[in-house]
């Protein structure tokens, strides 16, 4: 009884293994497969983001438009990175979540065939009567068999264990390195892509913008003809410089306690 | 009628460059509130996936538990610098809109100004017949003084709008450079923590584990005395080696083509 006891304890704390591997692969499975979703919402938003981009550019004056495009594009290759990213995290997932169905499958099958066996070893006192009564009545062997039979299938399902314990340890570290690297890479590729990015926004010429911009509102006025105080009544108070009335109106509005503190520091980098 | 014709159209193309700008603005802040909103939700299944890991970690033996750990916290240092990624885009984006309001608000008061002006200037064919039939009555005076207010109102608006200009151009420089630097930051830190998490699942020690493991099974069976067979029948079909059938059944089951390719090439890096 005593064998059969640790038997069995040894049979609870392999299927235990199993057990809670299966519990919590499932659920790291699950999660990452979310994790992966919301990347891939975060894609979607993103590219919503570059067409938008695309839209504004072509209603601004060419210097503009070149920039926010150049940018938009920047925008679109980290969404690049993104989708290989989505698509890369999601083999191994379900890799692993199949590779722990199938080992369950397998070991059923030896637990179940190790009961049998255990059971026809100890099933029957008529037979262990039969040895004390009658040795060499074919018996004896019946019971040795199952002895050996059973012993062997519970050493392949011990290996078995210990192959799975080996085997899901070494996946599970090949698993996070393979999650972690493909993260890696797509940070990386992403800084590479924002540092371009950085630079075209700091290409961008705004004095030639500015120029292109009121030339077309002059082009639509026909200035000098059709407002002839601008030029004979420079008034003091409306001054044709950025220190004007309205630009300190705009600077007002941004020192505005309504207006959330920006974070300009940033850009000087 | 030719003045009143162009100061119109030099007004509607002051009213489209706002409108234009609100309409862009608006768009571009409504998609990276929800790119933002996205991003946040990306970082809530993440710290869910580094709650789920702590307790797998907590599962399992000690080598692994430390391992899993450390790892869960590289994790949810990652999504710190997410979440400060987040709270630092939030900002300028509801600056810009703030502004554009604020911006749409006074020129709407100016252009009313400004027709009002014009109106006033034009209204009256009984002060153009005063001026004629009793010059000096004071009704040419009336005339002139709109006239002058309506040209001064009418170069106030064209200096916001090329002030509105170049404050928008300036604005949105900044705000993607601001942007940019704040993904480009998020990105270099996240290169930086996946490199240390790496670091950690290459320490990992898998055969102390696996000892700890057998250990623990053995413990539970008292093995040596429950398993008399193991060491009197060594038998070649399950030999207690990796090489063993079972572990052939799981590397087989590697190559199922159920199997999703594994990135095995990801880990060697």
């Known amino acids: 009884m005593n064998i059969v006891f640790s038997r069995d304890s040894q049979v609870r ?21 979310a994790y992966t979703r919301k990347t891939a919402r975060l894609r979607d938003k993103a590219d919503q983001l570059v067409k938008q981009l695309i839209d504004f550019a072509n209603s601004e004056n060419p210097e503009l438009r ?36 199938k080992f369950k499958h397998v070991q059923n099958h ?56 080996r085997q899901k340890l070494r996946d599970l570290q090949t698993f996070f390195s393979d999650f972690v690297t493909i993260e890696m890479v797509f940070h990386a590729k992403a800084v590479e892509v924002y540092s371009s990015a950085f630079q075209t926004l700091e290409k961008y010429d705004l004095e030639r913008d ?30 044709r410089s950025l220190d004007s009335q309205v630009s300190v109106q705009l ?4 020192k505005d306690p309504e207006y959330p503190p920006c974070v300009a520091g940033w850009a000087s980098h």
Chains 1, 2 share one sequence.
């Open 251 to 254: 600077k007002r509005a941004n």
């Open 210 to 239: 500015l120029q292109d911009f009121r030339a077309k509102v002059q082009g639509v006025s026909g200035r000098h003809d059709t407002w002839p105080l601008a030029s004979t009544n420079p008034s003091p108070s409306a001054p």
């Open 66 to 101: 070149a920039t926010m495009r150049d940018f938009a594009e920047d925008l679109a290759k980290v969404q690049d990175y993104r989708q290989a990213q989505v698509s890369v995290v999601g083999a191994p997932i379900s890799g692993l979540r199949a590779e722990i169905k």
């Open 13 to 33: 704390v392999m299927e235990n293994t199993v057990a809670n591997a299966e519990k919590y692969f499932g659920q790291l499975c699950s999660l990452l497969a």
């Open 110 to 165: 030896e637990i179940k065939q190790l009961k049998n066996l255990e059971k026809l070893r100890q099933k029957s006192p008529s037979d262990q009567q039969m040895i004390i009564s009658f040795p060499g009545s074919g018996a004896e062997t019946n019971v040795q068999r199952a002895a050996v039979d059973s012993s062997r299938t519970a050493l392949q399902l011990e290996e078995m264990v210990d192959a799975f314990q």
